[in-house]
């Protein structure tokens, strides 16, 4: 028996054609965030040991040093490799969660203002919502918290995974000995200082990544159309370029995001690494920074351990936020 069109059957339609979107993103950034965890794991492990002492202890920390001590152990592919599981579910899931919710707060946002829930960006480089600089920011800041701290668990035991202090062997007996020795708070540890973190980098990751693909996508369509011999006015999709090119201007402004977010937020992942790995010698993240900002062992000028790890930080973001947004984008493209 067929059914007559009604305006239900539209509604639901509309609905299923939306849960359907939502769960591409939500595939869509399991699985870039899959892949770049597995990838870079390496260049977090070994921003972690860099981060995760004072300098009065860590004098020989540098990341040759670092390196070198990890290659002179028995399995020294392993070791690099280490924390991969925890990594892969944290990046994994929250990546998932963190792309299909910033998908649905700013297709909601542009309905809301009025913009276009569809219009393509930059020169037709992607099909995600158009939103202006101010709501990209709170989109992106708002997402991150609160998929921050869904995630927390999974990211306590990931640092202490990655950090030298501790030796676990499997993620039930890191969650064991967090429980045993610091009960439910220890899953949380460094929540504030992740969040003031995450919240700012996400926002303003969001906001560069949208203007580098503005001002890239531009000149790709505008090269695309004199390579054509195509003049601004003549037909077709005003603005769109091929998968190819959007590519590219995808992958090389998440790189470019990726890199100038970091160097702003680094500081308070220097922050939220020490509380994670040693909850009992920094009690929050206002006490880690006065400790951090009075160090100046070995002649480092005070505050300069809020900068540690910043160089391969930055490499390491550069090139996930590269493999991450611009796979993602391409698949749900």
């Known amino acids: ?45 070994l921003k972690t040991r860099l981060q995760q002492a004072p300098p009065s202890t860590t004098a020989t920390a540098t990341l040759l040093n670092t390196i070198r001590t990890l290659s002179s152990g028995p399995s020294p592919i392993r070791a690099l490799w280490r924390g991969t599981l925890p990594s892969a579910l944290r990046t994994g899931v929250g990546s998932a969660l963190y792309f299909s919710s910033l998908h649905a707060v700013r297709r909601s946002l542009a309905k809301a203002t009025s ?68 009960g439910m708070k220890g899953f949380f540890s460094g929540w504030g200082a992740t969040a003031i973190r995450d919240a700012p980098y996400a926002g303003l990751y969001v906001v560069f990544y949208e203007k580098f693909k503005v001002g890239l996508g531009k000149i790709v369509a505008g090269r695309e159309r004199i390579a054509g011999g195509q003049k601004s006015g003549d037909g077709g999709e005003k603005g769109r370029i091929g998968w190819q090119s959007a590519a590219v201007v995808n992958t090389a402004s998440g790189g470019l995001a990726g ?15 020490r509380i994670q790995v040693d909850p009992g010698r920094y009690r929050n993240m206002w006490h880690a920074a006065k400790v951090v900002w009075g160090e100046t062992d070995g002649g480092r000028w005070r505050g300069r351990s809020l900068f540690d ?11 996930s936020s590269a493999v991450v947004w611009g796979l993602y984008e391409g698949l749900v493209r």
């Open 1 to 45: 028996m067929t059914l007559p069109p009604s305006t239900s059957g539209s509604t639901s339609a509309l609905s299923t054609t939306f849960t359907l979107l939502t769960s591409s993103h939500f595939l869509s950034g399991g699985l870039s965030g899959l892949s770049s965890a597995i990838i870079l794991q390496p260049a977090d492990l």
């Open 309 to 319: 790890g910043l160089g391969l930080r930055i490499a390491r973001k550069a090139v």
């Open 259 to 273: 890199a100038v977010a970091t160097a702003i937020t680094n500081p308070f992942d220097a922050l939220k690494t």
């Open 115 to 182: 913009k276009s829930a569809h219009s393509p960006t930059g020169g037709g480089v992607s099909s995600l919502p158009q939103l202006p600089s101010e709501l990209n920011l709170v989109a992106g800041s708002a997402t991150r918290a609160i998929v921050g701290f869904i995630m927390m668990p999974i990211t306590i035991i990931k640092v202490r995974y990655e950090s030298s202090m501790y030796s676990y062997t499997s993620l039930s007996a890191a969650s064991r000995d967090i429980f045993r020795s610091e």
